[in-house]
Protein backbone atom coordinates (compact mmCIF):
# COMPACT_ATOMS: atom_id res chain seq x y z
CA UNK A 1 0.00 0.00 0.00
CA UNK A 2 1.07 3.46 -1.20
CA UNK A 3 0.97 6.64 0.39
CA UNK A 4 -1.90 7.64 -2.27
CA UNK A 5 -3.68 4.57 -1.52
CA UNK A 6 -3.52 5.50 2.27
CA UNK A 7 -4.77 9.02 1.65
CA UNK A 8 -6.96 8.15 -0.97
CA UNK A 9 -5.81 10.72 -3.35
CA UNK A 10 -4.26 10.04 -6.78
CA UNK A 11 -1.51 12.61 -6.46
CA UNK A 12 0.74 12.85 -2.96
CA UNK A 13 4.60 14.75 -2.54
CA UNK A 14 6.07 14.98 0.47
CA UNK A 15 7.19 18.97 1.26
CA UNK A 16 10.28 17.51 2.04
CA UNK A 17 12.67 16.86 -0.37
CA UNK A 18 14.67 14.24 1.12
CA UNK A 19 14.07 11.01 3.69
CA UNK A 20 16.55 12.56 6.08
CA UNK A 21 14.41 15.87 6.31
CA UNK A 22 11.57 14.53 7.60
CA UNK A 23 12.65 14.87 11.32
CA UNK A 24 13.12 18.43 11.33
CA UNK A 25 10.47 21.14 9.94
CA UNK A 26 12.74 23.36 7.55
CA UNK A 27 9.93 22.30 5.12
CA UNK A 28 6.63 22.74 7.28
CA UNK A 29 6.47 26.55 6.11
CA UNK A 30 5.92 25.56 2.22
CA UNK A 31 3.01 23.24 3.37
CA UNK A 32 1.04 25.73 5.56
CA UNK A 33 1.79 28.23 2.78
CA UNK A 34 -0.20 26.03 0.23
CA UNK A 35 -3.06 28.17 -0.95
CA UNK A 36 -5.63 25.24 0.37
CA UNK A 37 -9.20 25.24 -0.94
CA UNK A 38 -11.85 24.95 1.80
CA UNK A 39 -12.44 21.26 2.98
CA UNK A 40 -9.56 20.20 1.32
CA UNK A 41 -7.43 18.69 3.77
CA UNK A 42 -6.54 15.64 5.53
CA UNK A 43 -5.14 13.99 9.05
CA UNK A 44 -4.13 10.56 8.97
CA UNK A 45 -3.84 9.15 12.57
CA UNK A 46 -2.94 5.96 13.78
CA UNK A 47 -5.07 2.74 16.03
CA UNK A 48 -4.50 4.91 19.23
CA UNK A 49 -5.43 8.02 17.82
CA UNK A 50 -1.60 10.02 17.49
CA UNK A 51 -1.01 11.72 14.15
CA UNK A 52 0.92 10.44 11.51
CA UNK A 53 0.73 12.85 8.72
CA UNK A 54 -1.39 15.73 7.45
CA UNK A 55 -1.81 16.99 3.60
CA UNK A 56 -3.53 19.46 2.27
CA UNK A 57 -4.48 20.58 -1.85
CA UNK A 58 -5.10 23.88 -3.67
CA UNK A 59 -7.45 21.92 -6.46
CA UNK A 60 -7.64 18.03 -5.43
CA UNK A 61 -5.52 17.04 -8.40
CA UNK A 62 -2.07 17.39 -6.36
CA UNK A 63 -1.94 16.92 -2.57
CA UNK A 64 1.01 18.08 -0.36
CA UNK A 65 2.03 16.52 2.55
CA UNK A 66 4.46 16.34 5.99
CA UNK A 67 4.52 13.42 7.99
CA UNK A 68 5.34 13.47 11.90
CA UNK A 69 6.32 10.16 12.36
CA UNK A 70 9.94 10.99 13.36
CA UNK A 71 9.02 14.52 14.92
CA UNK A 72 5.76 15.74 17.06
CA UNK A 73 3.16 17.19 14.97
CA UNK A 74 3.12 21.23 15.35
CA UNK A 75 0.45 23.50 17.08
CA UNK A 76 0.65 25.46 13.25
CA UNK A 77 0.04 21.99 11.56
CA UNK A 78 -3.50 21.71 13.74
CA UNK A 79 -4.46 24.64 13.28
CA UNK A 80 -4.07 24.92 9.40
CA UNK A 81 -5.92 21.85 9.40
CA UNK A 82 -8.49 23.16 11.70
CA UNK A 83 -8.87 26.07 9.34
CA UNK A 84 -9.19 24.44 5.97
CA UNK A 85 -11.05 21.44 6.94
CA UNK A 86 -11.34 18.49 5.74
CA UNK A 87 -11.51 14.52 6.14
CA UNK A 88 -9.80 12.59 9.23
CA UNK A 89 -7.99 9.12 8.47
CA UNK A 90 -6.90 6.07 10.08
CA UNK A 91 -4.21 3.21 9.69
CA UNK A 92 -1.59 1.76 11.35
CA UNK A 93 1.54 3.37 11.89
CA UNK A 94 3.61 0.11 10.07
CA UNK A 95 1.77 0.60 7.45
CA UNK A 96 2.08 4.09 7.34
CA UNK A 97 5.98 3.92 7.70
CA UNK A 98 6.16 1.57 5.06
CA UNK A 99 3.96 3.80 2.54
CA UNK A 100 6.56 6.84 3.31
CA UNK A 101 10.07 4.89 2.81
CA UNK A 102 8.10 3.53 -0.21
CA UNK A 103 7.25 7.13 -1.52
CA UNK A 104 11.13 8.29 -1.20
CA UNK A 105 12.62 4.85 -2.46
CA UNK A 106 10.39 5.29 -5.55
CA UNK A 107 11.21 8.92 -5.93
CA UNK A 108 14.93 7.78 -6.08
CA UNK A 109 13.80 5.00 -8.79
CA UNK A 110 12.24 7.45 -11.07
CA UNK A 111 15.07 10.54 -10.82
CA UNK A 112 18.29 9.38 -9.80
CA UNK A 113 20.64 7.62 -12.79
CA UNK A 114 21.79 4.00 -11.00
CA UNK A 115 25.04 3.16 -10.77
CA UNK A 116 26.66 0.54 -12.76
CA UNK A 117 26.24 -3.27 -11.62
CA UNK A 118 28.92 -3.95 -8.76
CA UNK A 119 28.06 -7.15 -7.54
CA UNK A 120 30.23 -9.81 -9.11
CA UNK A 121 28.42 -12.97 -10.48
CA UNK A 122 29.77 -15.22 -7.23
CA UNK A 123 29.43 -12.33 -4.82
CA UNK A 124 25.68 -13.42 -3.66
CA UNK A 125 26.55 -17.27 -3.32
CA UNK A 126 30.09 -16.70 -0.99
CA UNK A 127 28.02 -13.95 1.38
CA UNK A 128 24.61 -16.15 1.43
CA UNK A 129 27.53 -19.20 2.82
CA UNK A 130 29.03 -16.60 5.56
CA UNK A 131 25.76 -15.19 6.83
CA UNK A 132 24.34 -19.09 7.06
CA UNK A 133 27.52 -20.22 8.56
CA UNK A 134 26.84 -17.51 11.26
CA UNK A 135 23.19 -16.99 11.62
CA UNK A 136 21.91 -19.95 10.35
CA UNK A 137 19.90 -20.64 6.99
CA UNK A 138 16.58 -18.97 8.37
CA UNK A 139 15.62 -15.83 10.17
CA UNK A 140 12.08 -13.60 11.14
CA UNK A 141 11.83 -10.16 12.53
CA UNK A 142 13.59 -7.00 10.96
CA UNK A 143 17.07 -6.82 10.00
CA UNK A 144 19.00 -3.99 9.79
CA UNK A 145 21.46 -3.32 6.67
CA UNK A 146 23.88 -0.32 7.53
CA UNK A 147 25.25 1.04 4.56
CA UNK A 148 23.54 -1.18 2.44
CA UNK A 149 24.55 0.08 -0.93
CA UNK A 150 22.94 -2.16 -4.13
CA UNK A 151 21.73 -4.25 -1.46
CA UNK A 152 23.28 -7.45 -1.47
CA UNK A 153 23.21 -8.26 2.14
CA UNK A 154 19.12 -7.33 2.01
CA UNK A 155 18.84 -9.81 -0.70
CA UNK A 156 20.39 -12.87 1.45
CA UNK A 157 18.18 -12.05 4.43
CA UNK A 158 15.22 -11.47 2.88
CA UNK A 159 15.19 -15.04 1.21
CA UNK A 160 16.08 -16.38 4.85
CA UNK A 161 12.35 -14.98 6.15
CA UNK A 162 14.23 -11.58 7.86
CA UNK A 163 12.33 -7.89 7.10
CA UNK A 164 15.51 -6.21 5.62
CA UNK A 165 15.84 -2.45 7.20
CA UNK A 166 18.36 -1.25 4.62
CA UNK A 167 20.09 2.24 4.47
CA UNK A 168 23.03 4.18 2.58
CA UNK A 169 23.49 7.83 1.72
CA UNK A 170 24.16 6.77 -1.71
CA UNK A 171 21.37 7.13 -3.76
CA UNK A 172 22.84 6.09 -7.11
CA UNK A 173 23.50 2.76 -5.20
CA UNK A 174 20.32 2.81 -4.13
CA UNK A 175 18.72 3.23 -7.42
CA UNK A 176 20.62 0.29 -8.47
CA UNK A 177 19.67 -1.87 -5.77
CA UNK A 178 15.51 -0.95 -5.96
CA UNK A 179 16.11 -2.15 -10.10
CA UNK A 180 17.59 -5.29 -9.36
CA UNK A 181 14.88 -6.03 -7.21
CA UNK A 182 17.58 -6.83 -4.45
CA UNK A 183 16.14 -3.57 -2.52
CA UNK A 184 12.50 -3.35 -0.63
CA UNK A 185 11.45 -0.17 -1.55
CA UNK A 186 9.20 -0.29 1.85
CA UNK A 187 12.31 -0.96 3.68
CA UNK A 188 15.11 1.17 2.34
CA UNK A 189 16.06 4.66 3.14
CA UNK A 190 18.46 7.55 1.95
CA UNK A 191 20.27 8.53 5.09
CA UNK A 192 22.91 9.79 6.86
CA UNK A 193 23.47 6.46 8.62
CA UNK A 194 24.47 8.12 11.50
CA UNK A 195 20.66 9.03 11.98
CA UNK A 196 19.36 6.01 11.42
CA UNK A 197 18.30 5.07 14.85
CA UNK A 198 16.30 8.29 14.43
CA UNK A 199 14.29 6.33 12.04
CA UNK A 200 14.32 2.98 12.84
CA UNK A 201 12.99 0.87 15.24
CA UNK A 202 15.92 -1.62 17.47
CA UNK A 203 16.12 -5.10 15.52
CA UNK A 204 17.83 -8.37 17.26
CA UNK A 205 19.74 -8.45 13.95
CA UNK A 206 22.02 -5.86 11.89
CA UNK A 207 24.30 -6.42 9.14
CA UNK A 208 26.99 -3.80 7.62
CA UNK A 209 28.07 -5.79 4.54
CA UNK A 210 31.96 -5.26 3.21
CA UNK A 211 32.30 -1.54 5.58
CA UNK A 212 34.19 1.33 3.28
CA UNK A 213 37.70 1.30 3.57
CA UNK A 214 38.41 3.00 7.49
CA UNK A 215 41.20 5.16 6.45
CA UNK A 216 42.71 6.81 9.43
CA UNK A 217 41.06 10.53 8.37
CA UNK A 218 37.79 8.97 8.25
CA UNK A 219 37.87 6.77 11.36
CA UNK A 220 35.63 8.91 13.22
CA UNK A 221 33.19 8.80 10.62
CA UNK A 222 32.96 5.19 10.48
CA UNK A 223 33.01 4.57 14.15
CA UNK A 224 29.76 6.82 14.29
CA UNK A 225 27.97 4.96 11.63
CA UNK A 226 29.59 1.37 13.89
CA UNK A 227 28.04 2.71 17.20
CA UNK A 228 24.85 3.41 15.70
CA UNK A 229 24.55 -0.17 14.26
CA UNK A 230 25.39 -1.41 17.54
CA UNK A 231 22.76 0.89 19.67
CA UNK A 232 20.17 -0.44 16.71
CA UNK A 233 20.50 -4.35 17.01
CA UNK A 234 21.32 -6.83 19.71
CA UNK A 235 23.68 -8.90 17.05
CA UNK A 236 25.80 -7.42 14.58
CA UNK A 237 27.36 -9.33 11.63
CA UNK A 238 30.17 -6.72 9.64
CA UNK A 239 32.85 -7.64 7.08
CA UNK A 240 35.84 -5.69 6.39
CA UNK A 241 38.74 -5.58 3.83
CA UNK A 242 41.66 -5.89 5.82
CA UNK A 243 42.71 -7.71 9.63
CA UNK A 244 43.45 -3.73 10.89
CA UNK A 245 39.83 -2.63 10.31
CA UNK A 246 38.06 -5.53 11.57
CA UNK A 247 39.97 -4.65 14.85
CA UNK A 248 38.80 -1.23 14.90
CA UNK A 249 35.54 -2.76 14.93
CA UNK A 250 36.31 -4.87 17.73
CA UNK A 251 38.02 -1.57 19.88
CA UNK A 252 34.75 -0.06 19.05
CA UNK A 253 32.34 -3.29 20.31
CA UNK A 254 34.35 -3.12 23.64
CA UNK A 255 34.01 0.59 24.28
CA UNK A 256 30.09 -0.40 24.21
CA UNK A 257 30.28 -3.34 26.34
CA UNK A 258 30.17 -5.42 23.39
CA UNK A 259 32.10 -8.29 22.64
CA UNK A 260 33.02 -9.18 19.13
CA UNK A 261 34.48 -12.17 17.67
CA UNK A 262 36.60 -11.52 15.10
CA UNK A 263 37.53 -14.35 11.85
CA UNK A 264 39.52 -14.94 8.20
CA UNK A 265 36.98 -15.62 5.70
CA UNK A 266 38.44 -17.79 3.09
CA UNK A 267 35.62 -18.15 0.35
CA UNK A 268 36.75 -15.12 -1.33
CA UNK A 269 40.36 -12.99 -1.44
CA UNK A 270 38.47 -9.32 -2.17
CA UNK A 271 35.54 -9.15 -0.51
CA UNK A 272 33.91 -9.99 3.33
CA UNK A 273 37.48 -11.07 3.99
CA UNK A 274 37.56 -10.12 7.82
CA UNK A 275 33.99 -10.95 9.75
CA UNK A 276 33.09 -9.08 13.03
CA UNK A 277 30.26 -10.91 14.99
CA UNK A 278 28.67 -8.96 18.48
Given at each position: ????????????????????????????????????????????????????????????????????????????????????????????????????????????????????????????????????????????GPCIDCCCGSGIGSSIISKMGMEPLAYDNDEALIARGLIAGRLDPEGTLCIDGRTADVFL??????????????????????????????????????????????????????????????????????????????
Amino acid sequence: MNAEEIFEVQNLTFVEPSFGDLSGIDYLSDLLALPAQNGYGRLLIDMDDDPLAVAFSADESAWWASTCLYRPMTGEEIERFEQVGGDLYQTERHLWERAVRRSFAEEISAAVDPAFEDVPPDRAEKLESLIHEVWGREGSGPCIDCCCGSGIGSSIISKMGMEPLAYDNDEALIARGLIAGRLDPEGTLCIDGRTADVFLPPAERGLGIMLGEIHSFGTDLWEELVMVLFDLCEEALITVGTNRESELIREWGASADRKIEVFENERDPVYDRWVCVG
